[in-house]
């Protein structure tokens, strides 16, 4: 495969984008679109994101040590990019988006987003300064399942909830599964032939 070189840049794609809440010590909360973000640990449950310290959102993390990740779907597709590139400074992105504070279940103050299928909840550990970002390293309170997605089984169907991808600049919903987890090495099954 031919390649062209290009210079340093960010290019592991594709990303979730998500929609961060968090709180100031006044009791004052906002949402960012937030696509520079993962998990870094199983045992401790662990995610990170970063974000620019222009952000309005970013002493509200900082003052609080807390955040809600909130995964969005397509449905919340409009309110993602929104968040993203409007200010907390200037707007109430939760009236504008017409979307509802709920309570998180565990001891972070930062309001979930109820249309948000997963709420991630997190408490900050430790403070990365990289350069153009400052990484949040935090560890996972609780998280919150919307039981409209339980089956009847009693499993969460994630990839059911239309979640949403941001790749190279663009928000793509995700396709049809094409394998499990350790599917290629799993024996496949013989089927019996009729006598
Ligand atoms: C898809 C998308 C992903 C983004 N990812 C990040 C990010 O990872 N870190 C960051 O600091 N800003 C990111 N932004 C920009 C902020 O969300 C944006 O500047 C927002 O307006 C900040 O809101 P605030 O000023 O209310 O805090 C992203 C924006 C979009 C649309």
């Not at 961060?20 to 004052?28: F, H, M, R």
């Not at 974000?51 to 509200?60: A, G, I, L």
Request: with cysteine; net charge positive.
């Amino acid at each position: 495969m031919q390649k062209q070189i290009w210079k340093a840049g960010n290019m592991v794609y594709p990303l979730p984008a998500v929609m961060v809440s968090t709180a100031d010590t006044l009791g004052n909360d906002n949402i960012l679109t937030v696509a520079w973000t993962g998990t870094i640990c199983t045992n401790p449950a662990m995610v990170y994101i970063s974000v620019r310290p222009e952000r309005y959102s970013y002493h509200m993390l900082k003052e609080s040590g807390e955040f809600v990740i909130n995964l969005t779907t397509e449905k919340l597709a409009r309110a993602t990019d929104f968040c993203g590139v409007r200010s907390g400074r200037d707007i109430d992105k939760w009236k504008e988006m017409c979307l509802t504070r709920g309570k998180a279940q565990s001891l972070v103050y930062a309001p979930v987003i109820a249309e948000s299928p997963v709420n991630i909840e997190c408490k900050v550990t430790k403070v990365e300064e990289l350069g153009s970002h400052h990484m949040f390293l935090a560890k996972v309170q609780a998280v919150q399942v919307s039981e409209e997605h339980m089956n009847p089984n009693g499993k969460f169907e994630l990839n059911k909830t239309g979640l949403l991808a941001y790749s190279h600049g663009e928000y793509l919903r995700l396709g049809a599964s094409i394998g499990t987890f350790g599917y290629s090495v799993r024996k496949k099954q013989v089927k019996k032939k009729r006598k």
